[in-house]
């Protein structure tokens, strides 16, 4: 008796280890991502930034590199800034801090009936927070830039910063522009299913792993990028309205899978879904660059301190409470 499995069980053995090793957008479209935002930078950003293509589109996919079973904690801690559930969220002014968004979501609990532990921070997730966190991160690694040059030190340090910053930022606006990430009908439709879509766990990857990385010479997109970044007036909250728009998009997507669009080389609306979204997302990271390097010349947006006459000229915050 012949011991080997068959060819067909060998490739559907393969095509599981790649959906459940696999991550979001997969390499492929979280680097195109990161290249666009990049090239469509506009000259008053700094040169060090825009010759960073490579380096930027090669961060784009870290912080999935950091969800594997042998870093644990690390896999664990990081998994939920990924996503955000906006049904579970429905209803609620999100707050712009992550622990008010912790407290919003336990007086929220207090008050459901049923299975509130779904409205546990790492079962909604916590998208946004992640990103604006990193945002700030970029803004401070561009003030100590502009220091840098003031003070005629060697700015490369700060260009390290603000090159690992703004390729890390990518990520999560990445994963945002993927309309499965702001949803609970993120790798299968959960609930009532009048219109039979379909229930698969395998449906995320199906479509932003397997079907971009088919496909990806067809999927190019940075012209529809438009050419000049929009500066943003409240970063939080124009993400906020980034994540609402990806979400009205759902139901888009399981139709479009429900007509074969992400099987083989999928429909001309398929693709041009795919495009437009990969489009969406760099130019949304474009315009978060871009407002991080303008802000960062505007300085802290705290209290100043009064420094006695002879004080040294260090920026470091007076910290509120040490320990």
Same mark, same amino acid.
């Given at each position: 008796?012949?011991?080997?499995?068959?060819?067909?069980?060998?490739?559907?053995?393969?095509?599981?280890?790649?959906?459940?090793?696999?991550?979001?957008?997969?390499?492929?479209?979280?680097?195109?991502?990161?290249?666009?935002?990049?090239?469509?930078?506009?000259?008053?950003?700094?040169?060090?930034?825009?010759?960073?293509?490579?380096?930027?589109?090669?961060?784009?996919?870290?912080?999935?590199?950091?969800?594997?079973?042998?870093?644990?904690?690390?896999?664990?801690?990081?998994?939920?800034?990924?996503?955000?559930?906006?049904?579970?969220?429905?209803?609620?002014?999100?707050?712009?801090?992550?622990?008010?968004?912790?407290?919003?979501? /336990?007086?929220? =609990?207090?008050? @459901?009936?049923?299975?509130?532990?779904? $409205?546990?921070?790492? *079962?909604?997730?916590? &998208?946004?927070?992640?990103?604006?966190?990193?945002?700030?991160?970029?803004?401070?690694?561009?003030?100590?830039?502009?220091?840098?040059?003031?003070?005629?030190?060697?700015?490369?340090?700060?260009?390290?910063?603000?090159?690992?910053?703004?390729?890390?930022?990518?990520?999560?606006?990445?994963?945002?522009?993927?309309?499965?990430?702001?949803?609970?009908?993120?790798?299968?439709?959960?609930?009532?299913?009048?219109?039979?879509?379909?229930?698969?766990?395998?449906?995320?990857?199906?479509?932003?792993?397997?079907?971009?990385?088919?496909?990806?010479?067809?999927?190019?997109?940075?012209?529809?990028?438009? /050419?000049?970044? =929009?500066?943003? @007036?409240?970063?939080?909250?124009?993400? $906020?309205?980034?994540? *609402?728009?990806?979400? &009205?998009?759902?139901?888009?997507?399981?139709?479009?899978?429900?007509?074969?669009?992400?099987?083989?080389?999928?429909?001309?609306?398929?693709?041009?879904?795919?495009?437009?979204?990969?489009?969406?997302?760099?130019?949304?990271?474009?315009?978060?660059?871009?407002?991080?390097?303008?802000?960062?010349?505007?300085?802290?947006?705290?209290?100043?301190?009064?420094?006695?006459?002879?004080?040294?000229?260090?920026?470091?915050?007076?910290?509120?409470?040490?320990?």
């Amino acid at each position: 008796m012949k011991t080997s499995l068959p060819r067909a069980v060998i490739c559907l053995l393969v095509l599981a280890f790649f959906v459940t090793s696999a991550w979001p957008w997969g390499n492929e479209g979280h680097s195109a991502i990161n290249r666009v935002a990049a090239e469509k930078l506009p000259p008053d950003v700094p040169a060090f930034l825009r010759n960073a293509s490579a380096q930027l589109a090669y961060l784009a996919p870290e912080p999935d590199r950091w969800r594997e079973t042998s870093e644990l904690a690390l896999k664990r801690s990081q998994e939920p800034d990924h996503f955000i559930d906006l049904e579970m969220v429905d209803g609620m002014e999100l707050p712009p801090d992550r622990y008010s968004f912790y407290r919003e979501l /336990a007086a929220k =609990r207090a008050q @459901t009936p049923g299975e509130p532990e779904n $409205l546990l921070p790492e *079962r909604v997730g916590l &998208q946004p927070y992640i990103t604006i966190e990193v945002y700030e991160r970029l803004v401070v690694a561009f003030r100590e830039y502009r220091r840098a040059l003031l003070d005629h030190r060697n700015p490369d340090f700060a260009e390290a910063n603000a090159i690992f910053y703004a390729g890390w930022l990518g990520h999560y606006v990445g994963d945002g522009s993927n309309p499965m990430h702001t949803t609970i009908h993120h790798n299968g439709w959960v609930g009532p299913n009048p219109k039979r879509y379909t229930t698969a766990n395998t449906v995320h990857w199906k479509m932003e792993g397997i079907f971009v990385a088919a496909n990806f010479k067809q999927l190019q997109f940075a012209d529809l990028v438009p /050419a000049q970044p =929009r500066l943003l @007036t409240d970063p939080f909250q124009d993400y $906020l309205h980034y994540l *609402r728009d990806s979400h &009205q998009l759902v139901e888009t997507a399981y139709q479009l899978e429900k007509e074969g669009g992400f099987d083989g080389e999928g429909t001309a609306a398929s693709r041009g879904f795919i495009r437009h979204r990969l489009a969406a997302g760099a130019e949304m990271l474009r315009n978060l660059w871009y407002t991080a390097w303008v802000q960062s010349g505007q300085g802290p947006n705290t209290s100043a301190v009064s420094k006695p006459a002879g004080a040294s000229n260090s920026t470091t915050p007076t910290p509120s409470r040490i320990r």
